[in-house]
């Protein structure tokens, strides 16, 4: 991975119709209203020689807090947010540019604990 650049983000997604059925969930995602800006993750522990890193999910910086409508555990619909891991590796030689994209989907339903 040396010369790689790594660049990840997740932004609030609108889940709805969701449904647990035999083979997992079903849902319905489109664009949260008002339109939230993306959050980045941070990237850590990188070890280019072993081709490793961390992925820093820090909850805190999600805008999910406990007033949240959809954190209720009565709720139909959980707060979803969807995003992507980007790995962009530069020209060497005869082999181009090339990015590598691997997509994220966190799904936060309520367990029915009470803060």
Do not use: H
């Not at 959050?39 to 961390?54: K, S, W, Y």
């Not at 910086?61 to 891991?85: H, K």
């Amino acid at each position: 991975m040396t010369g790689a650049t790594i660049d990840a983000q997740i932004i609030r997604r609108q889940l709805s119709d969701i449904k647990d059925t035999r083979y997992g969930l079903t849902f319905d995602i489109s664009d949260y209203s008002p339109p939230p800006s993306p959050v980045a993750l941070t990237i850590t522990n990188r070890d280019d020689e072993e081709g490793t890193f961390t992925l820093v999910i820090d909850e805190s910086s999600w805008d999910v807090i406990s007033s949240d409508p959809q954190l209720d555990i009565n709720a139909q619909e959980c707060v979803g947010f969807s995003g992507r891991i980007k790995i962009s590796f530069p020209a060497a030689g005869s082999t181009p540019a090339q990015d590598n994209i691997i997509f994220l989907l966190f799904l936060v339903r309520s367990d029915g604990v009470v803060n």
